[in-house]
């Protein structure tokens, strides 16, 4: 038995986290059913935010010091019910919201711009004189963004920067210099672009529901790159093979990995794998966080960034 504190990986794609783990802690992998008899050593669950907590497997491992959430999300983890276990949550903030804007960014472009199918017809050799392609502009375009937070005020003034025009919705108001809709129904209806980019949680699961789809209209673009929860994914599938919606370009679905099934015969749309905040730096940035969370965890220090009250 080593004297080193023991870490539980839980999801499969942290598995990449092992070697910059190992040489500190001993390291086990939930998906490779760790060997059995050390759960009294486990002190550390590493997971990701948008996966749901394991509580039964919480429950068997009495000596759990910490749930190390390695993303800046932490909406599938129970805060409250750890906190009345004792067990303290930290998380990865303001680490990638800016590279999350980025991509938002690039989804707009990638769909109103017809960048992607563009790429496509070309490689498929349906490029001929006659099928020159017009997309609109993005010069006063009106882009809604729902959840005026890190990634919503990044997206922002992105989209000023490209000279679209920027209105916000948010269950409470604060101070901002882009005006915010009466309603979530008011700033889809009055947008030719809406930005999903709130966190998620219990309350609002299908928050972007068929009636916000249907004011967005046949000319909207929904563009998600906050979690697929929010979003009625029926009702969106629904809404852009009828015509309902116009377009949707979406890094984040209601279960992931996605289906590509599900998918397959859906028009007017762009889709990318969940990487938005998946950027070099956004990762490195993550990982040093939580090291140092681990380290101040078993010296009986301060943490560094737990999810705040």
């Not at 289906?259 to 969940?274: I, Q």
């Amino acid at each position: 038995m080593s004297d080193r504190p023991a870490l539980l990986i839980m999801q499969r794609h942290l598995g990449q986290l092992t070697p910059f783990l190992e040489s500190a802690y001993t390291v086990y992998r939930f998906w490779e059913g760790p060997p059995a008899g050390v759960e009294s050593q486990i002190q550390a669950l590493i997971v990701a935010g948008e996966f749901e907590l394991d509580k039964a497997l919480v429950e068997r491992l009495p000596n759990l010091k910490l749930i190390a959430c390695f993303t800046s999300g932490y909406d599938r983890i129970d805060v409250a019910w750890c906190r009345a276990r004792g067990l303290p949550v930290t998380h990865a903030p303001a680490v990638n919201h800016e590279d999350v804007a980025d991509h938002a960014i690039g989804l707009i472009l990638s769909a109103r711009r017809q960048i992607t199918a563009g790429d496509q017809a070309l490689r498929a050799g349906d490029w001929t004189p006659e099928s020159k392609t017009i997309t609109p502009s993005l010069k006063d375009q009106r882009v809604g963004i729902v959840g005026l937070g890190l990634i919503g005020e990044a997206v922002a003034r992105r989209a000023e920067v490209l000279r679209m025009g920027v209105r916000w919705w948010g269950p409470r108001d604060k101070p901002a210099p882009w005006p915010r809709a009466d309603s979530l129904i008011a700033l889809a209806r009055d947008s030719d672009i809406l930005v999903v980019a709130c966190r998620a949680d219990d309350s609002n699961v299908g928050l972007i529901s068929r009636e916000v789809i249907a004011a967005l209209g046949p000319s909207g673009l929904l563009v998600n790159v906050a979690r697929g929860q929010l979003v009625d994914e029926p009702a969106l599938i629904d809404a852009l093979k009828s015509g309902i919606l116009g377009q949707a370009a979406l890094d984040v679905f209601t279960d992931e990995p996605v289906e590509s099934a599900l998918w397959a015969d859906v028009p007017n749309t762009v889709l990318t794998p969940h990487t938005a905040g998946a950027t070099t730096e956004a990762v490195q940035g993550m990982l040093m966080l939580l090291l140092r969370n681990l380290a101040a965890v078993f010296a009986g220090e301060p943490l560094v960034t737990p999810v705040p009250d």
